[in-house]
């Protein structure tokens, strides 16, 4: 049997702890290549991103809002053991992607099995795949057990704040991946890297310890750090 995959949430911050880059000050703070530098070497076969941040990537525009076509609620995935996946959590089927895509990397999208039948059909013509990850919530563990079965051993946690939230207060986060560009937001409101609304510890936190792993200084002033974490 496959494990779960080792999930990495990769994230990037200004050094007072915001995460919407655009809102960042001086402009061009992030330099060229960063992303891709830094992605390159992380030894990941798969992303993760939620759906607000998985609209950056879509080019679609709305899906037609019947079909008189039907399909079985199972999974539709691309081949196992493909070298990366593009996994984006849009659990009522709200993302119309116009690609199956993102530079030949495969978008698997994590659904509802409540969401409509004339979704499926969109997603079918677009060529994009998916898998159910629960009835009514998403179950992280069913979606992470599921990338297993694709082959994926190490997957990239993406954001954005919401997600990396979720997973956060699963108890399923492994290790953040920082980097921390000399930018400021400097005001009240934007989300930092990790977003959660529950009630501050009316459950028990699920991080016990956090290690230093490793830190490097990168082009441009970009501290890159990594900690190991211990769930409960
Ligand atoms: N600084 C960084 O490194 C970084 C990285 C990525 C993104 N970002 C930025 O972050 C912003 C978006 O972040 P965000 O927090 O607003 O949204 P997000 O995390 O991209 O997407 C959140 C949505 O994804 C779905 N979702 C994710 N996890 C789920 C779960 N466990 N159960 C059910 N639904 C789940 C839900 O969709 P529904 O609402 O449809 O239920 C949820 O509202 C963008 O501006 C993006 O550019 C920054």
């Not at 037609?64 to 079985?72: I, L, N, Q, V, Y």
């Not at 459950?203 to 990168?218: D, H, K, M, R």
Request: a negative charge.
């Amino acid at each position: 049997m496959s494990e779960t995959p080792y999930v990495l949430c990769h994230m990037t911050s200004s050094i007072d702890g915001r995460a919407l880059v655009p809102r960042w000050h001086p402009d061009g703070a992030v330099p060229d290549g960063l992303w891709g530098h830094a992605k390159s070497r992380l030894g990941v076969q798969g992303s993760i991103n939620g759906r607000i941040t998985g609209l950056e990537f879509a080019v679609g525009t709305q899906y037609p809002a019947d079909t008189d076509r039907s399909f079985p609620r199972t999974d539709h995935l691309p081949p196992a053991g493909l070298p990366d996946y593009r996994v984006v959590i849009d659990p009522h089927g709200a993302i119309a992607w116009g690609r199956g895509d993102v530079d030949g990397t495969p978008i698997v999208v994590a659904l509802l099995t409540s969401v409509p039948d004339s979704h499926l059909a969109g997603l079918h013509d677009d060529g994009v795949h998916y898998l159910f990850a629960g009835d009514t919530e998403i179950d992280l563990e069913v979606l992470l057990r599921k990338l297993g079965e694709l082959g994926i051993s190490r997957v990239r946690l993406g954001g954005g704040p919401t997600t990396t939230g979720a997973f956060l207060h699963a108890g399923l986060i492994d290790e953040i991946s920082l980097l921390l560009v000399p930018a400021l937001d400097g005001y009240s409101g934007s989300p930092t890297i990790v977003e959660h609304d529950g009630e501050r510890d009316a459950l028990q936190f699920p991080v016990t310890g956090i290690e230093l792993a490793a830190s490097e200084v990168l082009d441009g002033g970009v501290l890159w750090l990594r900690y190991r974490l211990t769930n409960r």
